[in-house]
């Protein structure tokens, strides 16, 4: 069973960083194409950034140039660099594998962007 425990979360103003970890206990995490999903008050969950297993990268439109997916194999932790934050960043994240399947969701990480 994947077990995901997101951090680092918390209110920053508009341009501000943050940095998001998630502690994620797969056992073959190595191996494992990880995700940082978000989803914001009355919205839909929606899929911010991928990485893969070989360290390959994609982001959603709204977040590239300034958010950075990146992961540590050796202690099963997947991070989100986040920069030049903007009001409409503010959401939950999440993390999950990539596809998420039958996954279980952490508790998430509540990022609020003041303006």
């Known amino acids: 069973q994947v077990q995901l425990v997101e951090s680092g979360g918390g209110l920053v103003q508009a341009g501000g960083s943050l940095r998001l970890s998630c502690a994620a206990s797969i056992r073959i995490f190595s191996i494992t194409a990880m995700g940082w999903y978000r989803q914001a008050p009355g919205k839909q969950r929606e899929l911010v950034a991928t990485?893969?297993?070989?360290?390959?990268?994609n982001y959603a439109n709204a977040v590239k140039g300034r958010f950075t997916i990146s992961r540590d194999d050796a202690k099963n932790t997947l991070y989100l660099q986040m920069d030049s934050l903007k009001p409409e960043d503010t959401a939950v994240y999440y993390c999950?594998?990539?596809?998420?399947?039958?996954?279980?969701w952490g508790k998430g990480t509540l990022v609020t962007v003041s303006s």
């Open positions: 999950n594998t990539d596809p998420y399947g039958m996954n279980s």
């Open positions: 990485i893969s297993s070989a360290g390959y990268t």
